[in-house]
């Protein structure tokens, strides 16, 4: 450092900057530039916006691991005291905010701020030198790099709706991977290098519901939405955000795990026994039930009253039919009487759990399709209500609310109810949100959905020490509840034009699901193919990529294709090598 410069040096970069400046300027070791860091934050309150008035620094300490230590001291119009920090290490750079005072958090914003200063009046953002990115989330099925210059979310509340579409995981890993090229195909990720920008966060400090990559013009910044649900009396710091060097994203991803791992924030990722029948191919009958709607000429919101005992024995029938023997079979969307109570409708399955054992004796195992959240059924006090106390989700922490959870699996699990094996959740996408709703204990976004799935999985191992979980969330703050990850639907069917390479886009999730959950064995998913020929293609390449789902029988949904002779023998055949692969038989009747 000397009067005019300063810079820290790290093994892969140069972070480099004028005394008095709120700039840093992130280059390589190549001399090639990254971006131009803001030393800027801020937090805003429920009560009141940030907006800083001056910014002075930085300062320099020893850091961690030997590392330097950067501070900037921000003058707040909210908060007593800001502190913008950046650890610098020989691998990486961690910047986060701390904040005194008192207030309830609504949102953070990192790398980006509002200056009310003679020079710049309103919003700054850091500045991006690099062209694409991908993140944890994914979102568009037709695309896996979007450009630096379109902002992205990875979180747990998340829909169809346009603005709201990065819920095929929910939530996805932390992390997003940046770099200097522009993508010549939306599908492939340009070569490396690459920059990882991951959060640095565990359990009990993860009350946010969404991680933002925010972009405008050429500039970004990352948020954090915390809905007002996190108070601060004294002290408060921020997730850290972490910079590392990364051959390709998915290496971004694992390293961001291993970083959390080795932190203990998450559990260490390791070898644990997977029951042979979790690895089986499957039938789940969503795929199937939309396919019968379609083609008598019914919307899809038809498909859920096709979840019926005598449309399954109709699926199962013309499976057999064709010699394909699933060992694990998925009843979805709704076989159940209500969303929240989870018991058979009567209706549809006069006898569920006979029909359950009759499986079992065939030697498959069937797993129960659970909608997450969903508060049909149950009371308000079970539930996160609205201002006016109507029920908007199921609240794992109230009293009311756990018990009607663990009622739920005990029915459809234990072996004096409908002793099934497992359960399919769907839908963790609408965990609560909103400053205006009311609950009763204190976690909240990826916490609250975290004691959720944990209420499911304490309950569901208690009935049965085997019981498998199938969810969508892959990331190891929340997914060691979950036995395995689903690699969910294929293609938004809301977008304008949603079909897709639907082979590309499920390799592209396997893949970030290995990076973030190595031990958790992956479900392909098979559901909603565009067309025949995509489904083939996919069908063909489940073998490297994950357990064998098939969602459909006799043709498909979307495109209404019969499905032949040739694809009964294209199952035969995968789901015969897969089985020789992993070691596994047919199904037998026990």
């Known amino acids: 450092m000397t009067a005019d410069r300063w810079h820290v040096d790290g093994g892969w970069y140069r972070l480099h900057g004028v005394p008095g400046s709120q700039v840093a300027l992130l280059d390589g070791t ?16 429920v009560e009141a916006r940030d907006e800083l008035l001056g910014v ?16 900037w001291r921000l003058r707040s119009t909210v908060w007593d005291a800001t502190r913008f920090v950046a650890e610098c290490t020989r691998d990486a750079i961690a910047i986060h905010v701390e904040v005194d005072g008192s207030g309830r958090i609504a949102d953070v914003t990192l790398l980006g701020g509002r200056l009310v200063t003679p020079r710049i009046n309103g919003r700054v953002m850091s500045g991006a030198w690099f062209e694409s990115v991908v993140g944890g989330g994914p979102a568009d099925p037709r695309r896996i790099v979007r450009p630096a210059t379109e902002s992205a979310d990875i979180g747990v509340s998340s829909g169809s709706e346009p603005g709201r579409g990065a819920w095929f995981f929910t939530p996805g890993p932390f992390v997003y991977a940046v770099s200097r090229e522009p993508a010549t ?28 990559y925010r972009a405008f013009d050429r500039g970004f910044a990352v948020s954090l939405d915390y809905d007002g649900r996190t108070r601060v009396e004294g002290t408060w710091r921020s997730p850290a955000l972490v910079l590392r060097d990364a051959p390709d994203p998915y290496a971004a991803i694992e390293a961001w795990r291993e970083d959390l791992e080795a932190r203990n924030l998450v559990r260490a990722a390791g070898t644990r026994p997977i029951p042979d029948w979790w690895r089986q191919p499957m039938f789940c009958g969503w795929g199937a039930q939309c396919a019968l709607v379609m083609a008598a000429g019914l919307p899809m919101s038809a498909a859920p009253a096709r979840a019926t005992q005598v449309d399954y024995d109709r699926f199962l029938g013309e499976l057999g039919a064709r010699g394909i023997r699933p060992g694990t079979l998925v009843i979805d969307d709704k076989w159940q009487l209500t969303y929240g109570g989870n018991e ?13 054992a009759a499986r079992h004796r065939e030697g498959r195992r069937v797993l129960l399709w659970m909608k997450a959240w969903d508060p049909e059924g149950l009371p308000a006090e079970a539930c996160v209500v609205a201002p006016d106390g109507t029920p908007l989700a199921l609240d794992p922490e109230s009293p009311a609310g756990e018990a009607a959870i663990r009622g739920a ?11 099934a094996d497992g359960i399919k959740l769907d839908f963790t996408h609408r965990t609560p949100t909103g400053h205006a709703t009311v609950r009763n204990g204190t976690a909240w976004g990826v916490d609250l959905l975290g004691r959720y799935l944990d209420v499911i999985a304490d309950e569901a191992r208690a009935a049965k020490a085997d019981a498998l979980i199938i969810g969508h969330a892959p990331n190891p703050l929340v997914a060691p509840a979950l036995g395995m990850l689903r690699l969910n639907d294929a293609l938004r069917l809301d977008d304008p034009h949603p079909l897709a390479d639907i082979t590309a886009q499920f390799r592209h999730r396997a893949a970030i699901v290995r990076a973030a959950c190595p031990a958790i064995p992956i479900d392909t998913d098979d559901w909603c193919a565009p067309d025949r020929a995509g489904w083939r293609a996919y069908a063909e390449a489940k073998l490297d990529v994950g357990v064998p789902a098939l969602y459909y029988t006799t043709r498909l ?34």
Do not use: N
């Open 30 to 45: 190549d001399g090639r530039r990254w971006a131009e860091l803001r030393a800027l934050a801020a937090v805003d309150t």
């Open 56 to 71: 002075e620094g930085p300062a320099f300490d020893p850091g961690p691991d030997g590392g330097t230590c950067l501070t």
């Open 185 to 212: 195909d939306p599908l492939v990720p340009p070569s490396g290098p690459w920059l990882g920008l991951g959060l640095r966060v565990g359990r009990g400090d993860a009350g946010f519901t969404t991680f933002g």
């Open 344 to 356: 058979p409708d009567p209706a549809k399955w006069p006898d569920l759990g006979g029909w359950i």
């Open 409 to 419: 699996v005990r029915r459809m699990l234990g072996s004096d109810g409908l002793d």
């Open 557 to 590: 949904d979307r495109s209404g294709e019969a499905l032949d002779d040739a694809d009964a023998e294209l199952i035969r055949r995968t789901w015969a090598a897969y089985r020789q692969h992993e070691g596994l038989d047919e199904p037998r009747p026990r």
